[in-house]
C-alpha cells in the first residue's frame, strides 16, 4: 500500500503532467492562430493585386485628366507643368512667337533702363487706374509693357478673366478677350523665389512654359498663394477699387472654381505712359 509520501509524489507528478500537456495544448493553439491570420492575409493582399491588375492594367481606358490648374496663364497650361527655369540674363531676347493679335514692333532696346519707375496712366469702363513700373525689378518687362502702351495695343482690350476662388486675379492684355492673343513675340522671364503675389501686384501671365509671357498681364486684387513663376512688374497705385468693384460682380464661372470672365464687363479704353 502506498505511503503518503508517495501518494503525494504521485500527485504532484500527475498535476505536472496535465500542466505540460495544458502548455502544449496553448502553443498549438496560438501557433494555429498564428498560421491562420497569415494566410488570410496572404489572400486579402492577392486579391487586392489582382483587383487592381483588373481596373488598371486589363483596362483600356485612358486615365483622367489631372485637374486643370488655376494659375494665370495666358492658354492652358503645357502638360509639362509651370515653369522653373531662373529668370534671364540681361540683356533682354524678344522671340517672335505666335501670331500677333495686333500688328505692333518688339521694343527699340535689348538693353533698357534697369533703375527708376514709369507712370501708366489707364482709363477703363469702370473707372480710372494708376500704374507704376517698376524697372528695377523687371527691366525687360517694363521695357516690353511701354513699348505695347505706346503702340496703343492695349487701347479697347477687354479684361478676359477674373477668379474669385483660391486665387484673386483680374487677366487682361489680349486684345481678341479670349486669352489666347499676344504680341507676336515672347519676353523673358524675371521672376524672383521670393516674390509674393499680394494685393496690388501687376505680374506676367504665362502659358507655363519658360520665357513665354507676352502681352497678358493681371492685377492681385487680394492676397494670393501663387508660385513665383510669373514676373511681377509693378504696381496698382491708385483705382485698386475698379477692380475690386468687378470681382464683387464675381464671374460666370467657365472655367470652373469661380474662373471666367467677369459678369461685370471691364474694357481698357486706353493706357498712356506719363
Same mark, same amino acid.
Do not use: C, M, W
Given at each position: 500500500m502506498?505511503?503518503?509520501?508517495?501518494?503525494?509524489?504521485a500527485s504532484r507528478r500527475e498535476l505536472q503532467q496535465k500542466?505540460?500537456?495544458r502548455q502544449a495544448s496553448e502553443a498549438q493553439r496560438r501557433r494555429t492562430t498564428l498560421i491562420s491570420s497569415i494566410v488570410a492575409t496572404v489572400?486579402?493582399?492577392?486579391?487586392?493585386?489582382?483587383?487592381?491588375?483588373?481596373?488598371?492594367?486589363?483596362?483600356?481606358k485612358a486615365p483622367s485628366a489631372?485637374?486643370?490648374?488655376?494659375?494665370?496663364?495666358?492658354?492652358?497650361?503645357?502638360?509639362?507643368g509651370p515653369a522653373t527655369t531662373a529668370a534671364a540674363a540681361y540683356p533682354c531676347t524678344w522671340t517672335a512667337g505666335g501670331t500677333a493679335a495686333r500688328k505692333v514692333s518688339v521694343p527699340a532696346?535689348?538693353?533698357?533702363?534697369?533703375?527708376g519707375a514709369t507712370t501708366v496712366a489707364v482709363q477703363t469702363t469702370q473707372g480710372a487706374m494708376t500704374f507704376t513700373l517698376n524697372r528695377a525689378a523687371a527691366p525687360c518687362t517694363v521695357a516690353s509693357f511701354v513699348s505695347l502702351v505706346q503702340q496703343?495695343? &492695349?487701347d479697347k482690350t477687354p479684361c478676359?478673366?477674373?477668379?474669385?476662388?483660391?486665387? &484673386?486675379?483680374?487677366?487682361c492684355g489680349d486684345p481678341t478677350g479670349t486669352g489666347t492673343g499676344g504680341p507676336g513675340y515672347t519676353i523673358p522671364d524675371e521672376y524672383k523665389s521670393t516674390d509674393r503675389f499680394t494685393t496690388g501686384v501687376l505680374a506676367m501671365a504665362n502659358t507655363g512654359q519658360a520665357h513665354s509671357g507676352g502681352s497678358q498681364f493681371f492685377i492681385v486684387y487680394k492676397d494670393s498663394s501663387l508660385p513665383p513663376q510669373y514676373t511681377i512688374f509693378g504696381t496698382v497705385r491708385s483705382g485698386l477699387s475698379v477692380v475690386e468693384k468687378v470681382a464683387a460682380?464675381?464671374? @460666370? @464661372?467657365?472655367?470652373?472654381?469661380?474662373?471666367g470672365k467677369p459678369n461685370l464687363p471691364i474694357t481698357i479704353s486706353s493706357m498712356t505712359v506719363k
Open positions: 502506498p505511503t503518503d509520501k508517495q501518494r503525494r509524489e500542466l505540460q500537456q489572400v486579402i493582399i492577392a486579391g487586392v493585386i489582382v483587383l487592381i491588375a483588373v481596373n488598371s492594367g486589363g483596362s483600356k489631372a485637374p486643370a490648374t488655376t494659375a494665370p496663364a495666358t492658354t492652358a497650361p503645357a502638360t509639362t532696346t535689348t538693353t533698357p533702363p534697369k533703375t496703343k495695343f &492695349y478676359h478673366r477674373l477668379t474669385t476662388a483660391g486665387i &484673386y486675379v483680374l487677366q460682380k464675381g464671374s @460666370n @464661372n467657365a472655367n470652373g472654381q469661380g474662373d
